[in-house]
């Protein structure tokens, strides 16, 4: 085993935000992984054997060998990753923060807790604090949904330049985000499904409490008017959205992109591991962004935007594109971690392997 590495869980190492995680921290310098733990079916055989393998990069060997166990809190790290179907994870995270682990979850059930911190680092990293309301011995932390993780980005400049008053988003959303196997090809293929399950409703609450002021003890929600339409179509990766927003102050063109092409945060300021050098990178050409060619910009943690004009209704109209199951999800939720990490909230006694352990 590595020396000085944080020793990680993933729960729902089989399903596919499993897998992305463990693709993810296969070569992470922070963090190895210790155990995969999975449903009942799965637990006793060896995750090569248990996992049907849908990521284009090898499965590593290393976490192939590890024995799958199942999703109780008797795990030999201290940090979790959740990949859970919600379902299932919102009790299963209670139970592991209850004892004592550090439960970084990519699931809904607990993102609008009170005192869980639903958390995009470069927005709201103060937001970190809230966990010491819980009463857990451990904590849970949440990654918001994967349509609103780009959206929040974009607009945040926004949102302390100018202020907001209205945003309209209309998603396109890859199939990706469905899961594996999601939804069938005679359903997708030469067609547009306009519905997603709870998406409009996540979309439009979620960036509320993430734009929102921690006082000290609670969240305070931002006074901000949002209306989503959601929508899957044939792209494999890579949400994209079209936003039309509403300022409260007067701003040109050149003031938002400026406001973008300055932002930066916590995660740059600590030079995070996973951190994109640049968060939000703007494209003039007017056929841009496209999910094919700029999913993966800063390996799939940065947000390309395009197409920045006036809008005829609000104020301004542009287009945003994020990679769903790396910013927007595995990716976006090990940022958060290694932000809890950086910032000092894990306990570091617990932390690191020791030669006993090896």
Same mark, same amino acid.
């Given at each position: 085993?590595?020396?000085?590495?944080?020793?990680?869980?993933?729960?729902?190492?089989?399903?596919?935000?499993?897998?992305?995680?463990?693709?993810? @921290?296969?070569?992470?310098?922070?963090?190895?992984?210790?155990?995969?733990?999975?449903?009942?079916?799965?637990?006793?055989?060896?995750?090569?054997?248990?996992?049907?393998?849908?990521?284009?990069?090898?499965?590593?060997?290393?976490?192939?060998?590890?024995?799958?166990?199942?999703?109780?809190?008797?795990?030999?790290?201290?940090?979790?990753?959740?990949?859970?179907?919600?379902?299932?994870?919102?009790?299963?995270?209670?139970?592991?923060?209850?004892?004592?682990?550090?439960?970084?979850?990519?699931?809904?059930?607990?993102?609008?807790?009170?005192?869980?911190?639903?958390?995009?680092?470069?927005?709201?990293?103060?937001?970190?604090?809230?966990?010491?309301?819980?009463?857990?011995?451990?904590?849970?932390?949440?990654?918001?949904?994967?349509?609103?993780?780009?959206?929040?980005?974009?607009?945040?400049?926004?949102?302390?330049?100018?202020?907001?008053?209205?945003?309209?988003?209309?998603?396109?959303?890859?199939?990706?985000?469905?899961?594996?196997?999601?939804?069938?090809?005679?359903?997708?293929?030469?067609?547009?499904?306009?519905?997603?399950?709870?998406?409009?409703?996540?979309?439009?609450?979620?960036?509320?409490?993430?734009?929102?002021?921690?006082?000290?003890?609670?969240?305070?929600?931002?006074?901000?008017?949002?209306?989503?339409?959601?929508?899957?179509?044939?792209?494999?990766?890579?949400?994209?959205?079209?936003?039309?927003?509403?300022?409260?102050?007067?701003?040109?063109?050149?003031?938002?992109?400026?406001?973008?092409?300055?932002?930066?945060?916590?995660?740059?300021? @600590?030079?995070?591991?996973?951190?994109?050098?640049?968060?939000?990178?703007?494209?003039?050409?007017?056929?841009?962004?496209?999910?094919?060619?700029?999913?993966?910009?800063?390996?799939?943690?940065?947000?390309?935007?395009?197409?920045?004009?006036?809008?005829?209704?609000?104020?301004?109209?542009?287009?945003?594109?994020?990679?769903?199951?790396?910013?927007?999800?595995?990716?976006?939720?090990?940022?958060?971690?290694?932000? @809890?990490?950086?910032?000092?909230?894990?306990?570091?006694?617990?932390?690191?392997?020791?030669?006993?352990?090896?």
């Amino acid at each position: 085993m590595a020396q000085n590495k944080i020793q990680v869980g993933v729960l729902g190492a089989t399903g596919s935000v499993g897998q992305k995680f463990i693709a993810l @921290l296969a070569d992470h310098p922070w963090f190895e992984v210790k155990e995969v733990a999975a449903s009942e079916r799965s637990a006793g055989k060896k995750y090569k054997d248990a996992v049907n393998w849908i990521l284009s990069s090898p499965l590593p060997e290393s976490i192939g060998n590890l024995t799958v166990k199942q999703c109780e809190p008797n795990l030999n790290c201290t940090l979790a990753f959740s990949g859970l179907d919600s379902s299932i994870a919102g009790e299963v995270e209670t139970k592991f923060a209850e004892a004592g682990y550090y439960v970084v979850s990519n699931s809904k059930n607990h993102r609008m807790d009170n005192d869980v911190p639903l958390l995009i680092p470069e927005i709201n990293a103060d937001h970190l604090d809230i966990i010491k309301n819980q009463n857990h011995k451990g904590c849970i932390i949440t990654n918001p949904n994967c349509s609103t993780i780009g959206l929040v980005l974009a607009l945040k400049p926004l949102a302390d330049k100018f202020g907001l008053e209205a945003v309209n988003v209309v998603t396109l959303q890859a199939l990706s985000g469905a899961g594996y196997p999601g939804i069938s090809s005679l359903d997708i293929i030469d067609n547009v499904i306009p519905y997603i399950s709870g998406e409009e409703e996540k979309m439009q609450s979620e960036p509320l409490k993430i734009l929102g002021n921690f006082n000290g003890n609670t969240i305070d929600n931002i006074d901000l008017k949002i209306s989503a339409q959601c929508n899957r179509v044939g792209a494999v990766d890579g949400h994209l959205e079209c936003v039309q927003v509403k300022l409260k102050t007067k701003a040109s063109i050149e003031d938002i992109k400026k406001a973008w092409d300055e932002f930066s945060g916590e995660p740059q300021k @600590l030079n995070l591991p996973s951190a994109p050098r640049k968060t939000l990178h703007y494209f003039d050409d007017p056929k841009y962004p496209q999910p094919r060619i700029h999913r993966n910009i800063e390996n799939g943690m940065g947000v390309a935007i395009g197409r920045l004009r006036p809008d005829t209704l609000l104020d301004y109209k542009f287009v945003v594109l994020s990679h769903n199951t790396v910013r927007g999800a595995a990716g976006g939720a090990i940022l958060c971690a290694e932000l @809890l990490k950086e910032k000092g909230f894990i306990n570091k006694e617990t932390l690191y392997e020791t030669e006993a352990n090896n």
